[in-house]
């Protein structure tokens, strides 16, 4: 079993910044694919980015494009979503999530990541 911490999470202002880490354990953590994904009450989860463990490729649902970044340090076994210009609909508890190793194809869909953290709150007030 793969653990996933989540961290950094909080309260933020509009406009603010926050970068969250997902710590993972294991010997092969650069096989597998990370993913983030959020859920606001009384929304389904949404997905928000990821990142390949074949060359580091990332994606990006069109509300973030182009605020949030999402990068990993093997060396560390951490995943990041540096998380720019928040808005309140930012607010949501903030999950990550692994893929089985060498897992290729959509990345956008919870069924395709078999392991997830316990979420943080991040919180953005206006």
């Known amino acids: 079993q793969v653990q996933l911490v989540e961290s950094g999470g909080g309260l933020v202002q509009a406009g603010g910044s926050l970068r969250l880490s997902c710590a993972a354990s294991?010997?092969?953590?650069?096989?597998?694919?990370m993913g983030w994904f959020r859920q606001a009450p009384g929304k389904e989860r949404e997905f928000v980015a990821a990142?390949?463990?074949?060359?580091?490729?990332?994606y990006y649902a069109d509300s973030v494009k182009g605020r949030f970044t999402c990068s990993r340090d093997n060396a560390k076994n951490t995943v990041y979503l540096q998380m720019n210009s928040l808005k309140p609909e930012d607010t949501a508890v903030y999950f990550c999530a692994a893929t089985a190793r060498y897992y290729s194809g959509g990345y956008s869909s919870t069924k395709a990541y078999v392991y997830w953290g316990q979420g943080t709150q991040v919180t953005v007030s206006s």
């Open positions: 294991g010997r092969t953590y650069s096989s597998y694919s």
């Open positions: 990142i390949t463990w074949s060359g580091g490729k990332t």
